[in-house]
């Protein structure tokens, strides 16, 4: 165990978000997303894996740590409901409950069209596969940056 982190986290996840750079995104999918042939395309080239949540738990874990894109306009997209492009479903309200409390302010998810969330899952750096049961628990989330403050002036050495 280690300190202040998600112990959902393990160290495959905690490897990959680490790795991910600015602007790289990842993805968070349900159960039925298919997540093996969609990681195969990614960076990464294989799916991770957080079995038995739902993707407002591994939401909330993966942005305990991962800050969202503040220089995109929408660093958090979800798959838009087939043929129902203004729905949103229970698993996506919860997941914005996530979202809006993990970055302190209201990060509203841009919908994308089911294929061109698959297109873009390709694109991925990673795709995390959780335990949902529930359908369009999908979504992309962009990578920020944690700026650190100013270093102190002192002697050169």
Not at 49 to 77: C, K, Q, W, Y
Request: with cysteine; aromatic share 6%.
């Amino acid at each position: 165990m280690l300190k202040n982190l998600d112990p959902l986290l393990n160290a495959d996840v905690l490897h990959a978000l680490r790795a991910m750079g600015h602007g790289d995104e990842l993805v968070i999918c349900d159960a039925n997303f298919p997540a093996d042939s969609v990681a195969r395309a990614t960076v990464l080239g294989k799916p991770l894996r957080l079995d038995g949540v739902d993707s407002a738990r591994a939401i909330r874990a993966v942005l305990s740590v991962l800050p969202l894109d503040t220089f995109v306009e929408h660093p958090a997209l979800r798959m838009e409901v087939v043929g129902e492009p203004d729905t949103i479903p229970a698993v996506q309200r919860e997941a914005q409950t996530e979202v809006n409390a993990a970055e302190g302010r209201s990060v509203p998810f841009a919908p994308l069209e089911r294929f061109a969330f698959y297109e873009r899952a390709r694109r991925a750096y990673c795709v995390i596969a959780t335990g949902e049961a529930r359908g369009y628990g999908c979504f992309v989330f962009a990578k920020g940056v944690l700026l650190a403050p100013d270093a102190p002036a002192g002697k050169a050495s």
